[in-house]
């Protein structure tokens, strides 16, 4: 067992730590003992998870004496939809659970953002612990308390704010994760330095292309200095209100991208965050607001490890500025019928604006399409 960092997050009544570290599902039954209701749980994981980890993890479960039943949902974000949260709320009161049982989701953020749904419905709210196994979802949607599902509507269109109680990062389980999933996981990484910490941006250029690569030491650090910059916008704006938008940069870009992909394999959401991006790097020099040179330090930086940046290696043939601008206008930051977008005055520097006109909008959208 290598060093575990413990990383809290500040919430009154609802704070928590993140755990992380190398083997940490092993241990997972006597660091959960403590702060369960009673010792009883159900893990929720899918497919591929299963296989690798689940095993793992019950048998540190029973060792530490907790009960545990389990319910595997098929692996992929068309998971993240009512009939697959239905089935699983009726199989858990089918087994039925109590107010003291508590979820546990083992697997990426498609697993983590269903199970945190459920645990926030089912008998009016009982705990959930996050046991995030992809790079995305230690670093990012593990921590926070964003739940939800997928709508036709749009992305995350349906859920709550319901925090967990302990995040179990073990960077033991990267080690199996597709090299493409690794680095979606790394554009959520990257936003951290971008929206307001320059020198972690820097740090990622040096170290980035060995952690891709494999290196463990790295990663542990890279998931706690993400995990520590998200614990302290969340702990100043948990339901989102102000700052915590900051780390929508890139994704209203993303997620009219991956809207216009049908969320399917062509574009996984990091993939599509790494594009919206450099996107929102381009609009915000187009306005002259932040300096072209740094649209392409973080161009260059993404190329570097892997990621894609242009439009045109996704872009489908029917593509203009107006059909992503269309899906743009039905995201959830839309307020009075103006997006909120997160520019930037330069790498470290984001903020939040609604005064983006629709002309620099389509003309950056139609320069990004045409290169
Ligand atoms: P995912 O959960 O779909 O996992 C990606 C793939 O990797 C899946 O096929 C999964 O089965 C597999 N996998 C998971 N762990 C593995 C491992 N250790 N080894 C091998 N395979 C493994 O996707 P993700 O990228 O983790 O999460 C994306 C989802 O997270 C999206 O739905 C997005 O909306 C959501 N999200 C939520 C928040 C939030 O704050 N709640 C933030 C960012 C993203
Ligand atoms: N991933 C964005 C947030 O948690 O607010």
């Not at 200095?225 to 100043?236: D, E, P, Q, W, Y």
């Amino acid at each position: 067992m290598s060093y575990i960092n413990r990383v809290p997050v500040e919430l009154g009544k609802r704070s928590y730590d993140i755990l992380v570290g190398i083997g940490l599902l092993q241990q997972a039954g006597e660091e959960l003992l403590p702060i369960l209701r009673q010792p009883r749980v159900a893990i929720i994981t899918d497919d591929n998870v299963a296989p690798l980890y689940l095993e793992t993890l019950e048998t540190s479960l029973s060792a530490a004496g907790i009960n545990h039943s389990h319910t595997i949902l098929p692996h992929g974000e068309q998971t993240k939809d009512f009939t697959c949260l239905q089935r699983l709320v009726e199989q858990l009161l089918k087994n039925k659970m109590e107010r003291g049982t508590a979820l546990i989701a083992l697997g990426g953020g498609v697993i983590g953002d269903i199970t945190g749904f459920a645990a926030s419905i089912v008998l009016r709210g009982i705990d959930f612990i996050q046991v995030p196994t992809t790079l995305l979802s230690q670093v990012d949607s593990s921590v926070g308390g964003k739940t939800g599902i997928n709508s036709p509507h749009g992305k995350n269109l349906i859920g709550s704010f319901y925090q967990p109680r302990l995040v179990l990062a073990d960077i033991g389980t990267l080690d199996t994760l597709p090299q493409r999933e690794l680095l979606a996981g790394y554009a959520e990484t990257v936003k951290y330095g971008l929206i307001n910490d320059s020198d972690f941006f820097a740090w990622l250029e040096e170290q980035g292309p060995a952690l891709c690569k494999g290196d463990q030491a790295l990663r542990q650090e890279v998931v706690v200095r993400s995990c520590r910059a998200k614990a302290v916008i969340v702990a100043t704006d948990e339901r989102e209100v102000g700052a915590r938008a900051l780390l929508n940069l890139g994704h209203t870009f993303a997620h009219a991208l991956e809207a216009e992909t049908g969320y399917g394999d062509s574009l996984i959401h990091g993939e599509a965050v790494a594009i919206g991006i450099k996107l929102a790097f381009d609009l915000s020099s187009h306005l002259k607001l932040c300096p072209k040179q740094e649209c392409e330090r973080v161009a260059h930086h993404f190329e570097t490890v892997g990621l894609p940046t242009k439009l045109r290696e996704i872009a489908g043939p029917d593509w203009t500025p107006q059909t992503l601008v269309n899906h743009m206008t039905r995201d959830k930051k839309v307020r009075n019928e103006k997006i909120t977008f997160v520019l930037t005055n330069g790498i470290g520097k984001a903020f939040l604006t609604s005064d983006v006109s629709m002309d620099a909008l389509e003309s950056t959208l139609q320069d990004a399409l045409s290169q």
